[in-house]
């Protein structure tokens, strides 16, 4: 009898310990659509920090565009910074991805990676967000993004190491600390 219910308890907790594995998946796992419609593949990004921000061209934020900007161009050979355009917050972006495209390559020269307008939150929140926010997905932390311009920072190997908040520029010490690293 001991060793039924020993064998009923460690069958128990292999399918628990495989089912946990399972909803884990790794942030090379994911893809977007960049803002031309192409798709963007995270596990070309292996070996680089990440810098994931979800960004509103109308947002009195935007101006972050030239630091988020200025932060690629000093960091390239280590850092990938990636902006995620949502209309989620306040309604501050609602262009079209051809809008958004056109205003941040004339206001801000962006070169930096931006992807097709998303969800980062919600019903229709993307897969990728989910991720960033859910610690049963990504190991890490619970996370709720805040507003326009919340930054998530991902390591070398994939790993989910820090959130900044909105109203930080990119040029924070939480970010330039985290490049040293």
Request: glycine letters at 6%; charged letters at 30%; a positive charge.
């Amino acid at each position: 009898m001991k060793r039924k219910v020993y064998f009923l308890v460690l069958l128990f907790l292999v399918a628990a310990g495989y089912a946990s594995a399972q909803d884990s998946k790794s942030f090379y796992d994911y893809q977007l659509k960049d803002i031309n419609g192409k798709t963007y593949k995270m596990s070309d990004l292996k070996g680089k920090k990440v810098l994931i921000v979800n960004t509103a061209t109308q947002c009195s934020l935007s101006p972050q565009f030239s630091g988020l900007e200025q932060l690629y161009k000093d960091n390239s050979d280590k850092l990938v910074v990636i902006a995620v355009p949502s209309n989620d917050f306040g309604d501050k972006e609602p262009g079209s991805d051809n809008e958004i495209k056109n205003y941040v390559e004339k206001h801000y020269d962006v070169t930096f990676p931006v992807m097709a307008k998303t969800s980062v939150k919600g019903e229709d929140e993307n897969p990728l967000y989910k991720w960033l926010t859910e610690k049963k997905l990504n190991g890490v932390m619970d996370t709720k993004v805040a507003w326009n311009y919340q930054k998530y920072m991902i390591d070398e190997n994939g790993k989910l190491v820090g959130v900044v908040d909105p109203k930080e520029s990119p040029g924070s010490d939480k970010i330039m600390e985290w490049l040293k690293k």
